[in-house]
């Protein structure tokens, strides 16, 4: 801070030397005199190192002394006009000054001075841009909070700078520098608190640096990007499915599906238990029985788990029992016993007409009937 204000010093010394080299009065320049000087352009934008130059119409005539000031460059005059340029600007304080004399009727002064300064920004992007936390790594936790830290480094001048802090393209919020008068390149570091959520896990975190100079800067401005960070954050499991109804009921025979599918970091596990204490058939989310029985019935528990925390999520089941089977059997043997009374039938009366009306008895009628006589001679 000391090294920084003798050099502060230092410039309005040498700033004033120059001024008096060339005959600027004692008594300080007006300028808010009508007829002042005229930079084209009004304000300088000039990157650290490179050409520059400007212009400076002193006066219409000027009948005394004129001339731009400067610690650096070569003028050219041209009439009135004065040309300055510079091959490469290494000043980050650039003062320039464009003045004439005129005189006036005060018996204590011969002459009165009127000068423009022109506004010069010296400019520099900075050399990186980097995103990090501040004392963490590793996964985070839902609900606590974090400081993500943007660190600029090397840019000029820090108060024409704007620092975004970004989730995925959704903007957290914008700092800019408390260092106002801080002309020569210097590093900066940028803070702001999070609280991630569970929304938050696998999402990227970034910051950008811009340096936004005015109309007469760089278009667009200058924008330097740090890298991505993802993020990982840490939650208890947190079902994804709705909860189950206060009683279910399916029809024995039919199948059974029970879901508590979760979400969680960790992915959680799963554990269930039945109400008959047999061993479940999976650990997954889902639960799947087939074909039910009355065995079936009774309440079913699944246990989600992770190293953040768990849930239990109960269902109670009823198993009616179908009567369709029991109607069905009945409906076959129904139809057995009528088939079979028709075959009976058919075979009765198909031997009955096929064999004619006839009986033991009257067949022996008929031969009796017809017994031979014998004849005599």
Known sequence: MGTMFLFDIFLVVFFINFLHDFHVNASGCDENCAEKPVFSPSRLVVKFGDPSSTMCTVCEQCTTAFGLVSSSGENTENGTTITWQADSVTEWELPLLCYYEKYINDPNQEFDQCCTPLHVTVYKPPDNVSISFVNHTGPMYEGRQYTLQCTVQDVAPVENLTVTFYRGQTVLGQLQSNYH????????????????????????????????????????????????????????????????????????????????????????????????????????SVLTINSTTSEDKGLYSCYVSNKEGYLTLEFNVNVKVSYIGYFILLGVIVVAVIVIIMVLLYIHYHRKYRMGQYNLKDVFRLHARHSAVPITE
């Open 181 to 284: 008068t801080r002309r020569k390149p210097m590093t900066e570091i940028f803070t702001l608190n999070i609280s991630p959520s569970k929304y938050d896990d696998g999402v990227q975190y970034w910051c950008e640096a811009k340096l936004e100079l005015g109309p007469e800067g760089p278009q667009p401005p200058s924008v330097v990007k740090s890298q991505n960070i993802t993020a990982a954050v840490y939650y208890k499991p947190q079902l994804q499915v709705s909860s189950p109804p206060e009683l279910i009921t399916v029809l024995e025979g039919d199948s059974l599906k029970l879901d508590c599918s979760a979400v969680g970091n960790p992915s959680p596990s799963y554990s269930w238990t039945l109400p008959s204490n047999s061993q479940p058939p999976s650990t997954d």
